[in-house]
């Protein structure tokens, strides 16, 4: 499985940025998707996940560290194994690497990363 991220960039605080994350190489649904971020210096730290039941009656589950709450929305795309992360009334504090992360049979994946920098 590869994961592609990209949407990252240089915003103003209180700006906005979309992340985007594609998975490729299975034909399997990953059920769950995630965002982490790393700072210089700091833990990679888990900003938001998304959980789906794989069937169209189950609601995915969602979490998100408490910091982004109510600024940042995790969801997933129309097309198979793709997660966003809309992130809004950003903080220099969000600033970091982003990296996407899928668990498929209980392996775990990565993305390359994608750099925020909210600077004004």
């Known amino acids: 499985v590869q994961l592609q991220a990209y949407g990252g960039g240089l915003v103003q605080p209180g700006g906005s940025l979309r992340l985007s994350c594609v998975a490729s190489?299975?034909?399997?649904?990953?059920?769950?998707m995630a965002w982490y971020r790393q700072a210089p210096g700091k833990q990679r730290e888990l900003v938001a996940s998304i959980t789906s039941g794989g069937t169209t009656n189950y609601v995915d589950s969602v979490n998100y560290v408490e910091s982004v709450k109510g600024r940042f929305t995790i969801s997933r795309g129309n097309a198979k194994n793709t997660v966003y992360l809309e992130m809004n009334s950003l903080k220099p504090e969000d600033a970091a690497v982003y990296y996407c992360n899928a668990v498929l049979v209980s392996r775990g994946y990565w993305g390359q990363g994608t750099q925020v920098t909210v600077s004004s």
């Open positions: 190489g299975t034909v399997f649904t990953i059920n769950y």
